[in-house]
């Protein structure tokens, strides 16, 4: 097979994960015994992270990419860009460890160790992207006092008081939990899809 054939073949394939997981963007639901209901879990990282292990980490970050843009021209944005550059941002954090771990071995132990260290980076990203930057931007783009968000978040636990408390017992609980399930599914359905796209 020559190198060009190779390189349309990606391009197809990238093109197919994208599209898929744009579309699985739409179906989302609520954690709301772990977080407030305006974070919402989807399954759009299953076809990226699959199109990583199949096709490298670049490749799963140009599936992310493309399946935000594809967002975007359908549906455009609500939050000035920023929840989807933050959607872009904790994708790549949880498939760049996963994509590098199981390029270096290539085995279910690796594609377990590397979904394993990418959900903890996206936890641990999330972390720090919500405290610092997320909450106080929805906060101030829909007129809405901090100390409100933090209420639903107590309203959940009780031990929330404060910004940090926030992000540590809800939204890292959140992305820890999205990790684990789209891991999961990723491995039940990774044989019968690799079929398709080798």
């Given at each position: 097979m020559t190198?060009?054939?190779?390189?349309?073949r990606n391009l197809v394939q990238i093109a197919m994960c994208a599209a898929v997981a744009a579309v699985l963007m739409y179906f989302e639901f609520p954690l709301p015994f772990i977080a407030p209901p305006f974070y919402e879990l989807d399954?759009?990282?299953?076809?990226?992270?699959?199109g990583t292990f199949s096709m490298g980490p670049v490749a799963g970050v140009v599936i992310e990419l493309v399946k935000v843009l594809l967002k975007l021209l359908i549906k455009g944005t609500s939050t000035a860009y920023v929840g989807d550059f933050a959607n872009f941002l904790m994708g790549c954090c949880f498939i760049l460890p996963a994509g590098i771990i199981y390029k270096m071995n290539r085995t279910k132990k690796g594609a377990l160790i590397g979904?394993?260290?990418?959900?903890?980076a996206m936890a641990l990203a999330g972390l720090?992207?919500?405290?610092?930057?997320l909450i106080p931007f929805y906060s101030k783009l829909y007129g809405l006092p901090l100390d409100v968000i933090i209420g639903m978040g107590t309203e959940i636990n009780g031990m929330i008081n404060g910004?940090?408390?926030?992000v540590l017992i809800c939204v890292a609980p959140f992305n820890i939990i999205k990790g684990i399930v789209v891991s999961a599914i990723t491995f039940l359905v990774?044989?019968?899809v690799r079929v398709i796209i080798h």
């Open positions: 190198k060009r054939t190779t390189n349309v399954l759009s990282e299953v076809p990226v992270l699959i979904s394993a260290a990418g959900t903890l720090v992207f919500n405290a610092l930057v910004i940090w408390s926030f990774y044989k019968r």
